[in-house]
């Protein structure tokens, strides 16, 4: 009896880290199929956006420099071993680009809360939906309100969800301007977990993103 189940555990385990690297290493390698050089072009915005002109020794040794930090200097091979060993041995996703020289894990943290706020409040309504829409359809099954419901959510789930969300923005955001159209809550509420005003804000912000991907 444990042996099925042990084989099961191990398959699974080696599943999800075969998909985990795959998903760094098609990363990795999308990010040396963009044509052009980065930070090269990083420098540039950043001259323009700041009306200077660097002089051409000094730019090319904070290339040099943002590379090396960034990890991206040296051949292909040992950029992509580097990088698998500094995201999987030291946990160590590197500076980000944007905001260099900032960790890019800090950035992540930041948005992980509001993520899983999104992700868990999605999956409550889907539920909930799901139970209500599936019970009506299980006790009406010649009614047209369930056959209805049925080719509604047949036609829903063939549309894209970044169609659908681009849809949502444009509707409820542009259109009849009833959502806003980013952030996580209103700017002028002070951030507290206690304070009714910001929770019913944030519930608010969330009402389009989570009804774009409860849709799909």
Sequence with gaps: MMKPLVSY????????????????????FFFHLIPGDP???????????????????????????????????????????RFLGNV?????LGPSFINFPKPALEHILEKLPWTLWLLGTSTIISWILGFVVGGIIGTFRNNFASQFLINFSLV???IPSYF??????????????????????????EKDLLNPRFLLSVARYAIMPAM????V
């Excluded at 999987?88 to 160590?92: A, M, P, S």
């Excluded at 774009?212 to 849709?215: D, G, R, S, Y």
């Design 9 to 28: 555990v191990i398959t699974r385990a080696l599943m999800f880290v075969l998909s985990i690297w795959g998903a760094f290493t098609l990363a990795f």
């Design 164 to 189: 659908t969300a681009l849809f949502a923005l444009f509707l409820f955001g542009y259109w009849f301007v009833l959502l806003p159209t980013k952030g996580a809550y209103d700017p002028g509420i």
């Design 39 to 81: 930070v090269s072009a990083y420098l540039q915005q950043l001259e323009q956006q700041f009306s200077q002109t660097v002089d051409a020794a000094d730019a090319a040794a904070m290339a040099a420099e943002m590379k090396a930090r960034l990890g991206i200097d040296g051949s292909l091979p040992e950029q992509y071993w």
């Design 212 to 215: 774009a991907v409860v849709m």
């Design 156 to 158: 829903i789930s063939q």
């Design 88 to 92: 999987f041995i030291r946990f160590d």
